[in-house]
C-alpha cells in the first residue's frame, strides 16, 4: 500500500495557474504509474492526466491537453500537476492516484491508493 498527500491546491483566478504536488510514501513509487483525477460537485470522477513509472508514457484528457502537465520526480517520490490557463470549469477536489500497472491507464479501477484530494477553485 502507499500513502499519498496531495498539496497545492487553492483560489486562483481565470488564466491564473497553480501547481499541485503529490508525495508519495510505503511502496516503491517509481515502480509505477501515477494519475490525477478531479471531482466536481454532482460530478462523476474523471481521469485528468496520468504518467507512467518512467514517464515514457502519458496521457490527457481532452479537456486539460496543452493547458496541464504531468510529470514525476522518482528521486523525491513525488508526481506534479502544473495546471495552466485555469478555466472555471476547472473548478473541482483534485485528486492523485497510484496505479497497479507500470505504464499510463485511464480507467479508476487501475489505481488500489488515492490521497485525500485538495480543492482547486477557480473564479474572479
Known amino acids: 500500500q502507499v500513502q499519498l498527500v496531495e498539496s497545492g491546491g487553492g483560489l486562483v483566478q481565470p488564466g491564473g495557474s497553480l501547481r499541485l504536488s503529490c508525495a508519495a510514501s510505503g511502496r516503491t513509487f517509481s515502480r509505477f504509474a501515477m494519475g490525477w483525477f478531479r471531482q466536481a460537485p454532482g460530478k462523476e470522477r474523471e481521469v485528468v492526466a496520468v504518467?507512467?513509472?518512467?514517464?515514457?508514457?502519458?496521457y490527457y484528457a481532452d479537456s486539460v491537453k496543452g493547458r496541464f502537465t504531468i510529470s514525476r520526480d522518482n528521486t523525491k517520490n513525488t508526481a506534479y500537476l502544473q495546471m495552466n490557463s485555469l478555466k472555471p470549469e476547472d473548478t473541482a477536489v483534485y485528486y492523485c492516484?497510484?496505479?497497479?500497472?507500470?505504464?499510463?491507464?485511464?480507467?479508476?479501477?487501475?489505481?488500489?491508493?488515492w490521497g485525500q484530494g485538495t480543492q482547486v477553485t477557480v473564479s474572479s
Open positions: 504518467i507512467g513509472w518512467s514517464g515514457g508514457t502519458i
Open positions: 492516484a497510484s496505479s497497479i500497472y507500470q505504464f499510463a491507464t485511464r480507467g479508476k479501477a487501475d489505481f488500489g491508493s
